[in-house]
């Protein structure tokens, strides 16, 4: 999925990131947590918004050698750009109207 602000989030795109799904345990008797939207399964852990590149207020990621992340450089607020990102707030103003259901 291609997010861009330019096309607008479409009604019918804004239900089915809401729409809740039921968590997949990750391993047998381990709970697999409440159910989550769409959105939140997609939210990234560093701008919480949902792209579809990489995102866009990481300047840098610094790793250890077994993968674990080490260290994170943000781009300062306001000089990334965040139209890049759908925000949940994007999300709720793309909802249908209820007056005109
Ligand atoms: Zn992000």
Redo the contacts with the bound molecule.
Sequence with gaps: MAFRKEEKLSAELAQELLTTTRQVSPFPGVDAGPPKTLFETKQ????????SR?????SSIEYYNDGAVKHVTYFPHGSWPEDQ?IWLEDVYDALPNEENL
Excluded: A, F, I, N
């Design positions: 990234c852990l560093h701008c919480q918004g949902v792209h990489k995102c866009p207020s990481v990102v």
